[in-house]
């Protein structure tokens, strides 16, 4: 589940969880507890990385980016970062702070829909895989 991350790492991922953004704050507040359906953690050590928000049980990751992602160097490094999560079938969903802070119900209306595909996708792998017993 965690890809071998390192522990410092894990220091680092509890230092963020310990400081998180008014966006990460609030998509936290509607996310915790499985109002969802499914549970997510928050800043999860992964690999060489910690995502913000993650469903292991559907293999998905939900990142919420800052200003500071629009500059080059940060754009190449999360695009390498979302290469790498979904060459190990990890997909991950980007929304800016001000996506999450000026209209929450958006971003959970679109959370909603991808864990719904998601779910599809890993019923119809069981079914498969149920299928060649």
Same mark, same amino acid.
């Given at each position: ?31 915790? #507890? /499985? ?12 690999? %060489? ?5 993650? @469903?292991?049980?559907? /293999? ?5 980016? #800052?200003?500071? *992602?629009?500059?080059?160097? *940060?754009?190449?490094?999360?695009? *390498? %970062? ?5 060459? /190990? @079938? ?44």
């Amino acid at each position: 589940m965690h890809f071998s991350a390192s522990p410092l790492l894990f220091g680092f991922a509890r230092t963020m969880r310990n400081n998180p953004t008014e966006a990460e704050a609030l998509l936290w507040s509607r996310l915790r #507890g /499985k109002q969802t359906g499914y549970k997510f953690r928050r800043q999860h050590p992964f690999s %060489k990385y910690v995502v913000d928000f993650y @469903c292991h049980a559907l /293999k998905y990751v939900i990142e919420v980016d #800052g200003d500071i *992602h629009e500059d080059a160097v *940060h754009q190449l490094e999360d695009d *390498h %970062k979302d290469k790498d999560l979904e060459a /190990k @079938c990890i997909l991950v969903q980007r929304f800016t702070n001000e996506e999450v802070l000026n209209d929450i119900e958006t971003v959970m209306l679109q959370i909603h829909e991808t864990l719904s595909m998601r779910r599809k996708k890993y019923l119809n792998l069981e079914i498969d895989n149920t299928n060649e017993l």
